[in-house]
């Protein structure tokens, strides 16, 4: 005890180390503060894995190599930010680390778990309802940084999203009846699905433009940026679909073959067709209007980006035909499903 506080004193060798530690300490703290849509991967990658792992019944450790895609975006992101980035105190341990754990808790997960199945109905609530988890937390981390991106995320892209998931169900390709928890009429897609389009692009174009500070030669690149984000929004989707097909989350219109894990490969074409031509014309809005990367948007400028969704969704539309018609043929249970949509307006 101290003479003077009567308070516990720690040896001089802890002391030392607790203070040779905490710089360490604080700076992964930071970097996960400043970049938590990195970040996001990593979580929602491990308990992805966990879930089959341990939720599912009968258990689908089958799914667990699924991992390797969010992860891959995460340990590219850490990367690049460890060799690139002028902020990054310890660049060595910037770099290690993340790749550490992202090797590292996957295999503790792996070797040592408990099976602990929840219900199918369980495991479709929990799902809706942690998209507004990861909402919310990229609502705060936008708050915090730049205001206005809220706008863009929560409002411009929602209006696609929104589009792009009622026009899903009602074209056939799929439904979502099962997830009846946040359905609200008119819309034939609940609104946490609605909302994902908005914290899967929040998440992916975050890491863009973050990739276009370190690396400037990018931002002369639209489409290469456009690509990114696509390929890495798709890559966390790569191990979402599995598990959301399984229990039931969305249901493929039974002439669409399986093609990954129970997942048509329409499915993934989608999702490529529908983010890069998103993700394109708004960086070349931010070019025209003069908007920086993660900077402010005026109302002049959201009005702007709002305007451009119909641009984006036809360039879509003529990708993703184009691209089954490749893939399937004319012929296909793709453009099958469009031709009998067709066919239904024209009966009406």
């Known amino acids: 005890m101290s003479t003077?506080?009567?308070e516990t004193q720690l040896p001089l060798s802890e002391v030392g180390v607790r203070e040779a530690i905490l710089p360490y300490l604080r700076a992964g703290w930071r970097a996960m503060g400043e970049d938590l849509p990195a970040w996001l991967f990593f979580w929602n990658a491990c308990l992805l894995l966990n879930t089959s792992l341990t939720n599912l019944s009968p258990a689908r450790p089958d799914f667990a190599p699924t991992i390797v895609f969010p992860m891959a975006v995460f340990v590219l992101f850490t990367t690049?930010?460890?060799?690139?980035s002028s902020r990054v105190r310890f660049p060595k341990l910037a770099?290690?680390?993340p790749v550490a754990m992202a090797l590292g808790l996957p295999t503790v997960n792996l070797l040592w778990h408990t099976p602990s199945p929840l219900e199918v109905a369980t495991l479709r609530t929990?799902?809706?309802?942690?998209?507004f988890l990861w909402a919310a937390l990229l609502i705060r981390y936008f708050w915090k940084r730049e205001k206005t991106l809220l706008a863009f995320f929560f409002g411009v892209a929602l209006v696609y999203g929104a589009v792009l998931e009622n026009g899903g169900i009602v074209l056939g390709f799929f439904d979502e009846q099962n997830l009846s928890a946040t359905m609200v009429k008119p819309f034939v897609a609940p609104v946490a699905t609605m909302i994902g389009w908005c914290v899967v692009l929040g998440m992916a174009t975050h890491l863009v433009w973050r990739l276009r500070e370190w690396l400037p030669w990018m931002k002369r690149r639209a489409l290469l940026s456009a690509v990114l984000v696509g390929v890495f929004a798709t890559m966390l989707d790569l191990q979402i679909d599995p598990i959301a097909t399984l229990t039931g989350c969305w249901v493929w219109h039974e002439t669409l073959p399986p093609w990954f894990h129970g997942v048509p490969l329409v499915?993934?074409?989608a999702w490529l067709c529908a983010l890069i031509p998103f993700a394109w014309v708004m960086f070349r809005l931010q070019d025209r209007v003069g908007v920086v990367d993660a900077g402010p948007w005026n109302r002049r400028q959201l009005g702007a980006a709002l305007l451009a969704v119909p641009y984006a969704l036809v360039i879509a539309l003529i990708a993703f035909m184009t691209s089954m018609a490749?893939?399937?043929g004319v012929t296909g249970p793709s453009w099958n499903l469009l031709a009998d949509f067709t066919m239904s307006l024209v009966r009406l």
């Open 4 to 6: 003077n506080t009567g």
């Open 80 to 84: 690049v930010r460890a060799l690139k």
């Open 95 to 97: 770099l290690v680390v």
């Open 126 to 131: 929990v799902y809706e309802l942690s998209n």
């Open 267 to 269: 499915n993934f074409v």
């Open 326 to 328: 490749l893939l399937e």
